[in-house]
């Protein structure tokens, strides 16, 4: 009886050492999924070193808050609070974690808060709220007096559908359309073996309603392309693209796939 029961827990658990590495595998992809923007945004609040104006991110808006350099007072907690919502709910922010350090490094002293667009809003009204102390945002597009005399920030929500910060998109043209974040008045090019890695024959244009975010539309051919944006001098992988290959120098490049018919190329 007990070298049946032992006979059995062996073979369940040489099954489960099979089927370990599927299970991994599914976990992995299934965590990956729909974090194209996540990624994006990671990136961009990693080169953040002071608060910007409120940006359009996606289907969502992020705002972000720093203290002023000079000051010596430690801020502890950062939360914003909106108009539409009667300034009921704060919602917190978090601090910036520039991984990118060495170990035991501390934070970048900027706080970011990422909500969804508010449906039905055609701007958006709201104050921070800096360790209890209710104030505009420092960085804020722009400020009005409501009635009651209360000085408040304003958002203004661009008009029509989400904004696509896919990259890259194909259009129905059969264009492709390439996006890259960065700080604003960057210069970010586009390099790929559409044009034999020339890192200043497509310059990257900046939008004028979003600052920081750059795009390129160009055609090509159908096929397997490989490409990378040149920033600083330095080839940069698409961070919303999560096909990627290897060029002989060792640099990590993205990847693009033209079929016969139009398809969003990333994944």
Same mark, same amino acid.
């Given at each position: =009886?007990?070298?049946?029961?032992?006979?059995?827990?062996?073979?369940? %658990?040489?099954?489960?050492?099979?089927? !370990?590495?599927?299970?991994?595998?599914?976990?992995? *992809?299934?965590?990956?999924?729909?974090?194209?923007?996540?990624?994006?945004?990671?990136?961009?609040?990693?080169?953040?070193?002071?608060? *910007?104006?409120? /940006?359009?991110?996606?289907?969502?808006?992020?705002?972000?808050?720093?203290?002023?350099?000079?000051?010596?007072?430690?801020?502890?907690?950062? &939360?914003?609070?909106?108009?539409?919502?009667?300034?009921?709910?704060?919602?917190?922010?978090?601090?910036?974690?520039? $991984?990118?350090?060495?170990?035991?490094?501390?934070? @970048?002293?900027? %706080?970011?808060?990422?909500?969804?667009?508010?449906? &039905?809003?055609?701007?958006? /009204?709201?104050?921070?709220?800096?360790?209890?102390?209710?104030?505009?945002?420092?960085?804020?597009?722009? $400020?009005?007096? *409501?009635?009651?005399?209360? *000085?408040?920030?304003?958002?203004?929500?661009?008009?029509?559908?989400?904004? !696509? %910060?896919?990259?890259?998109?194909?259009?129905?043209?059969? /264009?492709?359309?390439?996006?890259?974040?960065?700080?604003?008045?960057?210069?970010?090019?586009?390099?790929?073996? %559409?044009?034999?890695?020339?890192?200043? =024959?497509?310059? =990257?244009?900046?939008?004028?309603?979003?600052?920081?975010?750059?795009?390129? @539309?160009?055609?090509?051919?159908? #096929? @397997?392309?490989?490409?990378?944006?040149?920033?600083? &001098?330095?080839?940069?992988?698409?961070?919303?693209?999560?096909? =990627?290959?290897? /060029?002989?120098? #060792?640099?990590?490049?993205?990847?693009?796939?033209?079929?016969?018919?139009?398809?969003?190329?990333?994944?």
């Amino acid at each position: =009886m007990k070298g049946n029961i032992f006979h059995a827990l062996r073979l369940l %658990f040489s099954f489960f050492l099979l089927l !370990s590495p599927v299970l991994v595998s599914w976990a992995q *992809e299934e965590a990956t999924k729909g974090n194209d923007i996540d990624m994006a945004l990671h990136v961009w609040l990693q080169e953040l070193r002071s608060a *910007e104006s409120p /940006k359009i991110y996606g289907d969502s808006i992020v705002f972000t808050y720093a203290p002023n350099r000079f000051s010596e007072r430690q801020i502890r907690s950062v &939360g914003i609070a909106f108009a539409h919502e009667s300034y009921q709910t704060i919602h917190p922010f978090q601090r910036v974690v520039d $991984t990118g350090k060495e170990e035991g490094a501390e934070e @970048t002293g900027v %706080f970011f808060c990422l909500l969804p667009i508010p449906p &039905g809003e055609e701007e958006v /009204k709201y104050r921070l709220i800096i360790d209890g102390l209710w104030m505009v945002d420092p960085v804020s597009i722009a $400020t009005e007096r *409501e009635p009651s005399g209360l *000085e408040v920030s304003v958002l203004p929500l661009p008009k029509g559908s989400v904004l !696509s %910060f896919k990259s890259p998109e194909l259009n129905r043209e059969g /264009k492709v359309t390439f996006r890259y974040r960065a700080s604003s008045g960057s210069r970010i090019y586009l390099a790929g073996s %559409f044009n034999d890695w020339d890192p200043f =024959m497509y310059r =990257m244009a900046e939008s004028r309603d979003i600052p920081g975010l750059f795009t390129i @539309t160009l055609p090509l051919p159908e #096929g @397997t392309h490989y490409y990378a944006f040149i920033r600083n &001098g330095i080839c940069v992988a698409d961070p919303m693209n999560n096909r =990627m290959a290897s /060029k002989s120098s #060792g640099e990590l490049v993205s990847v693009v796939r033209i079929g016969a018919k139009p398809s969003i190329a990333s994944r």
